[in-house]
DNA sequence: ACATTGACTAATT
DNA sequence: TAATTAGCCAATG
């Protein structure tokens, strides 16, 4: 894993806006697209942007990333919950996991 | 090289 | 809905 990628992955999950989330799949798709145009050979999945995320991650919002039922990481599920509280993103009866049909985001939607 | 492991997913039951 | 089961792809031993 180069650099070239966890820089494209820490950078767009610095992008999400707060109250807002995208999952590792969608990130994936993203940074897999932009290195591709950038000349890179097509690479990754959802594991490496996890990967990137558990070894990297540290500086940048994390809890905005989800799995594809909405969870959070079940290792840090508590703390990812008290920002998602925080920052009043829209969770599921039980607040366990986020509310994927009005939080999730896409780049290129107007800011 | 080979096997195992993960902050994953989609399909199936 | 929730549990199970293949796949998946790169890192690690």
């Not at 999945?45 to 594809?68: E, F, I, K, M, Y």
Request: aromatic share 6%.
């Amino acid at each position: 894993m180069d650099d070239d990628y966890v820089e494209a992955v820490l950078d767009l999950v610095e992008a999400i806006p707060s109250g807002r989330a995208m999952t590792y799949g969608t990130i994936a798709e993203v940074v897999a697209d932009q290195l591709e145009a950038a000349g890179h050979r097509r690479r990754g999945g959802p594991r490496q942007v996890g990967q990137v995320l558990a070894h990297a991650g540290s500086g940048v919002p994390w809890w905005r990333v989800v799995n594809a039922s909405g969870a959070p990481p079940a290792r840090h599920l508590s703390r990812a919950l008290e920002h998602l509280v925080a920052e009043s993103t829209p969770l599921s009866a039980d607040g366990s996991r986020v509310r994927l049909r009005q939080a999730i985001w896409f780049p290129d939607e107007l800011e």
